[in-house]
């Protein structure tokens, strides 16, 4: 491998950790400002609670990490129906933690993790930026439906959250980046 992919691969796995560290934020600011009684309110027709809902996502990141990269530790899933808002920030701050790890190592270079795994029926994909973006994109996913199940069940979160999920550059600064995005910490 030439010096520039190295460099390029380096550069492309602290982005890597950035970004999901980025990712993580919007999910915890979510919770933070959720009102306690959206938590298990019914949702209407089929859609299942909010709790389930960050459950779900702390309990396929540990799936992730289980079939990408099974030298890491895996943190426990989590009970979508005994999990309180407490134990799935703090879930979902573990199985971060270990999905950072994974990408460091993946799109890092020079790492024993040559390909994504994201489900067992499902290809597994060679390590590259899709990786992260099926990642972050399945979390903006769910983050989407939180929203809106808020406002359904009649718990809207208040006004100046949505703005501040979309606030990059302050989310990077409260994960230790505090220069931002596109930048190296």
């Given at each position: 491998?030439?010096?520039?992919?190295h460099?390029?691969?380096?550069?492309?796995?602290?982005?890597?950790?950035?970004?999901?560290?980025?990712?993580?934020r919007?999910?915890?600011?979510?919770?933070?400002h959720?009102d306690?009684?959206?938590w298990?309110?019914?949702p209407?027709?089929?859609?299942?609670?909010?709790?389930?809902i960050?459950?779900?996502?702390?309990?396929?990141?540990?799936?992730?990490?289980?079939?990408t990269?099974p030298?890491?530790?895996?943190?426990?899933?989590?009970?979508?129906?005994?999990?309180?808002?407490?134990?799935a920030?703090?879930?979902?701050?573990e199985?971060?933690?270990?999905?950072?790890?994974?990408?460091?190592?993946?799109?890092?270079?020079?790492?024993?993790?040559?390909?994504?795994?994201?489900?067992?029926?499902?290809?597994?994909?060679?390590?590259?930026?899709?990786?992260?973006?099926?990642?972050?994109?399945?979390?903006?996913h769910?983050r989407?439906?939180?929203?809106?199940l808020?406002?359904?069940?009649?718990?809207?979160?208040p006004?100046?959250?949505?703005?501040?999920?979309?606030?990059?550059?302050?989310?990077?600064?409260?994960?230790?980046?505090?220069?931002?995005?596109g930048?190296?910490?």
């Amino acid at each position: 491998m030439t010096t520039r992919q190295h460099k390029v691969q380096t550069q492309l796995g602290r982005a890597a950790v950035q970004i999901f560290a980025a990712n993580d934020r919007m999910n915890q600011v979510l919770i933070e400002h959720l009102d306690p009684a959206a938590w298990r309110a019914k949702p209407p027709g089929k859609a299942r609670p909010i709790a389930a809902i960050f459950t779900h996502m702390h309990n396929v990141r540990t799936k992730w990490v289980r079939l990408t990269a099974p030298h890491l530790q895996v943190p426990p899933q989590l009970n979508r129906t005994h999990c309180t808002p407490q134990e799935a920030r703090a879930g979902l701050a573990e199985s971060a933690a270990r999905c950072a790890e994974m990408l460091a190592e993946a799109l890092g270079g020079g790492g024993r993790i040559e390909k994504f795994h994201r489900d067992g029926w499902a290809p597994p994909w060679p390590v590259g930026p899709e990786m992260l973006c099926y990642m972050v994109s399945h979390e903006a996913h769910h983050r989407g439906q939180v929203c809106m199940l808020a406002h359904q069940v009649g718990f809207p979160l208040p006004k100046n959250v949505a703005p501040g999920i979309w606030n990059w550059e302050k989310l990077w600064k409260e994960c230790g980046s505090p220069r931002g995005p596109g930048y190296d910490s």
